[in-house]
């Protein structure tokens, strides 16, 4: 090989990988549906990028230090620990409920992480951006954040509305005032950077005034990882938790290829609440330790309960994702969730919008089309695809839309456009039911006319087919199951078949099976 072509060989594959994250969760409480969906959306876009032939790494966990887990556990009577180990089970558990896939889970109780910690710690102290001084100022225990008494809405912590109390301490600080101008300038350099567009403009307003030195030691609690060479102060957590999506790597703990081949990462999706975090203290502290900062950070927006009130543990009024997969099934969740709300805004969850979609979109809809189909195929010709078939002009209405769907879902999947993409899926799936509409096979059968009612419910389990990959991403199960009934391997998802036509081989057998989405009758 050519210097130049191993160069390019080389470009592409580094060009072919992609790491996407998940905010790591508080096990401060079961996971709720709020933790479901940023998850789930990871994982949307993790399955995606693999079709699509990515080298993929993607990345949850748990963040497990702090005060607030040291007051719950005890409130559980138990020690930090034990509480800890119990609720991440509860996370990785729901995962596995909800099928997602993910590469690594890093709890921040993993002792690599915690050396990687606190060499991050010693790295920032040498080079002066961590000092000492003395910190005084308001502290939020549920947010585990410090305020100013300028930035108190109303004497309580402007992002919970909860009470917040003063705090006097010796403590490590983060120059964080020293990367304001690079801040800026990362701004103006990448206008990608924050998405969407209008969190990018809040960090912009937030940061107008000037940025102030973070505090991150604390010495009024234990549980956390202590500062290496001062022990009695613990790591802030957010210096702890942020740092996960490289540690998790490998970064500062002996094997860093990982760290080589996936950072910086291609997006952080987090939700709106903790964009700030990760717009600007994370790449902050990138920027201290000399590494390039992530591509993208995604703020998503809430899910709200039917008062309009942001669902949380702390308040109580929470979904829990267990039962609404034990009930409708996790494909039927996932699809809900990424469906509903476009993934930037915000949202009210109601069990009826819910039932609605199921029955709806995925029963009637796509769940129709397919017994609809299969079933007739079965009646007419004992489930087999009849080699004889007669197209007509009129026929390639369906086939271009089918052929050309990958092209609209990739400009939507690549901006994170789930609900959009979902849309124009089932398009689709409208068109084909208007197809056998406008068609009539039960008329052909009866006219004896074969040859085209051949080609007709040919040309819908084609399309079956492409959606079936299109909808492998946000809902695997079902994808596989229409595959299975279209008598097609696993392997024939592949986002390279997508814009083919006539991939399934005629005179093939399929076969109607179970309903992929059994109506639920309330
Ligand atoms: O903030 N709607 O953890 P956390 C939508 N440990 N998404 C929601 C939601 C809701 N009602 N409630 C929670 C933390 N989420 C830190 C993160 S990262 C280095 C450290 C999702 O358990 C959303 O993604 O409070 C949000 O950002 C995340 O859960 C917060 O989870």
């Known amino acids: 090989m050519t210097l130049l072509n191993r160069k390019l060989v080389e470009n592409l594959m580094q060009r072919r990988t992609f790491y996407v994250t998940t905010p790591i969760y508080y096990p401060s409480g079961n996971p709720h549906i709020g933790h479901a969906y940023c998850t789930v959306a990871a994982d949307v876009i993790s399955k995606y990028k693999k079709l699509r032939g990515f080298d993929v790494m993607f990345l949850t966990g748990t963040d497990e230090h702090g005060q607030k887990i040291e007051i719950v556990a005890k409130e559980n009577n138990m020690d930090p620990k034990t509480y800890v180990d119990l609720i991440s089970l509860r996370f990785k ?23 990687a910690v606190q060499r991050i710690f010693i790295r920032l102290y040498e ?3 961590i000092y000492k001084g003395l910190y005084k100022g308001w502290y939020c225990t549920p947010c585990e954040s410090f305020w100013t008494e300028n930035q108190l809405v109303s004497s309580k912590c402007p992002d919970c509305s909860r009470d917040v109390h003063w705090s006097e301490e010796e403590a490590y600080f983060f120059k964080l005032s020293k990367y304001l101008g690079d801040i800026l300038s990362l701004y103006d350099k990448n206008p990608n950077f924050v998405q969407p567009e209008s969190r990018k403009n809040e960090m912009k307003a937030f940061i107008e005034n000037g940025l102030q030195d973070i505090c991150v030691s604390r010495t009024n609690f234990s549980w956390g990882i202590n500062v290496p060479f001062d022990k009695n102060h613990v790591i802030y957590v957010w210096l702890d938790a942020l740092t996960n999506y490289i540690t998790a790597l490998g970064y500062a703990s002996g094997d860093d290829s990982d760290f080589k081949k996936f950072w910086p990462a291609s997006v952080h999706f987090v939700g709106k609440e903790i964009v700030r975090f990760h717009a600007i203290i994370w790449p902050a502290i990138l920027m201290a330790l000399d590494l390039p900062v992530p591509k993208c950070i995604h703020g998503h927006g809430w899910w709200l309960s039917d008062d309009s009130s942001k669902m949380s543990k702390s308040k109580g009024n929470t979904v829990d994702p267990f039962e609404l997969c034990s009930y409708y099934g996790s494909d039927a969740v996932r699809y809900f969730l990424l469906r509903e709300v476009p993934f930037g805004s915000d949202g009210v969850f ?7 979609r199921f029955n709806s979109d995925l029963a009637n809809d796509l769940g129709n089309l397919l017994s609809r189909c299969l079933g007739m195929i079965e009646k007419y010709f004992s489930g087999t695809l009849l080699e004889d078939q007669e197209i007509l002009e009129s026929d390639y209405d369906l086939i271009n839309m ?26 689709l ?12 096979p039960w008329d052909l059968a009866k006219d004896g006319k074969n040859a085209r009612l051949s080609a007709v419910l040919y040309n819908v389990c084609e399309s079956l087919r492409i959606i079936s990959i299109s909808i492998f991403s946000f809902m695997p199960k079902s994808a596989l199951q229409i595959q299975d009934c279209l008598g097609l391997q696993k392997k024939s998802i592949d986002w390279k078949n997508i814009g083919i036509w006539g991939i399934l081989k005629k005179n093939s057998t399929v076969a109607k099976g179970e309903a992929l989405f059994p109506r639920i009758e309330f």
């Open 429 to 440: 799936v409208s068109r084909c039911n208007k197809y056998i509409e406008e068609t009539k």
């Open 93 to 115: 558990k729901l995962w596995r409920v909800l099928g997602i896939t993910n590469d690594r889970f890093i709890r921040t109780t993993n002792d690599f992480h915690k050396k």
């Open 350 to 356: 109601s069990h009826e919008a819910l039932l609605k």
């Open 127 to 129: 080079k002066g951006d």
């Open 402 to 427: 089918a052929k050309s769907l990958y092209l609209k879902i990739e400009k939507d999947m690549d901006a994170f456009q789930f609900s959009s993409a979902l849309s124009k899926i089932w398009k």
